[in-house]
Nanobody
Framework: QVQLVESGGGLVQPGGSLRVSCAAS????????MGWYRQAPGKQRDLVAT???????NYADSVKGRFTISRDNAKNTVYLQMNSLKPEDTAVYYC???????????????WGQGTQVTVSS
């Protein structure tokens, strides 16, 4: 089994900052890409940012210059630092990881349970 546990969501005022974290645990051999997605009420789940095991990053246009994704490979943890937050950033943020398990032969997608981020005054 593989578990992804997110933490760090909450309520923040517009212009503020927040950092969310996601730790993967279980029968893990290696993790390739890790990323963050978000889903606002009534909308589809959209990509926010991804990072490869080598540290290459990709961002949605809406968050470029404001959000930074990083990871600690030794801890199987990915972070999302969110600055200059806007009300439209309000959503449930989900962590994703492509994991090779000890009993597996291919990488599979795993998701966290989601953490709520609310940007409001």
């Amino acid at each position: 089994q593989v578990q992804l546990v997110e933490s760090g969501g909450g309520l923040v005022q517009p212009g503020g900052s927040l950092r969310v974290s996601c730790a993967a645990s279980g029968s893990i051999v290696s993790i390739s890409n890790m990323g963050w997605y978000r889903q606002a009420p009534g909308k589809q789940r959209d990509l926010v940012a991804t990072i490869t095991s080598g540290g290459s990053t990709n961002y949605a246009d809406s968050v470029k210059g404001r959000f930074t994704i990083s990871r600690d490979n030794a801890k199987n943890t990915v972070y999302l630092q969110m600055n200059s937050l806007k009300p439209e950033d309000t959503a449930v943020y989900y962590c994703n990881a492509k994991v090779l398990r000890t009993s597996g032969i291919a990488y599979r997608d795993y998701w966290g349970q989601g953490t709520q981020v609310t940007v409001s005054s």
